[in-house]
């Protein structure tokens, strides 16, 4: 199994035809100096280089439960378990997407601030 931690693209794929060839990008990082109350907003900002196909895909966003695993460790078999859907969308090639997570990072400083 690879691991792509050093890579500079988020690289990601379902085919439901076949399983064995998705790609998941994980990332992890820590929200510092907020709390619930004090945050006003947070998001992602991605370019998105390339989509395959149809020329639109759906792109899901999901937290991963609380686990010690590292960025540059993570392959396919020891990723951590997914949770809910935070934030999905359609993505088109070539465009800036912005996903608002402001309430999910606003419910987690709230209930489990490490």
């Known amino acids: 199994e690879v691991n792509f931690g050093s890579e500079s ?6 085919d439901a035809n076949k399983p064995q060839n998705t790609k998941q990008a994980f990332l992890k990082f820590k929200v510092k ?3 619930a109350d004090n945050l006003v907003t947070a998001a992602l900002r991605f370019h998105v280089q390339d989509v395959k196909g149809e020329g639109q895909a759906l792109v899901e966003l999901r937290h991963v439960t609380k686990s ?3 960025d540059d460790k993570v392959t396919y078999s020891n990723k951590p378990k997914i949770g809910s859907i935070i934030r999905f ?3 088109v090639s070539n465009s800036h997407i912005a996903i608002d997570i402001s309430d999910f990072v606003k419910n987690f ?3 489990d601030p490490e």
Do not use: E, F
């Not at 693209?9 to 379902?14: D, G, I, T």
């Open 9 to 14: 693209v988020l690289k990601v794929k379902r």
């Open 89 to 91: 969308g359609p993505v």
């Open 109 to 111: 400083l709230g209930n």
């Open 33 to 35: 100096g907020h709390t």
């Open 68 to 70: 010690k695993w590292k």
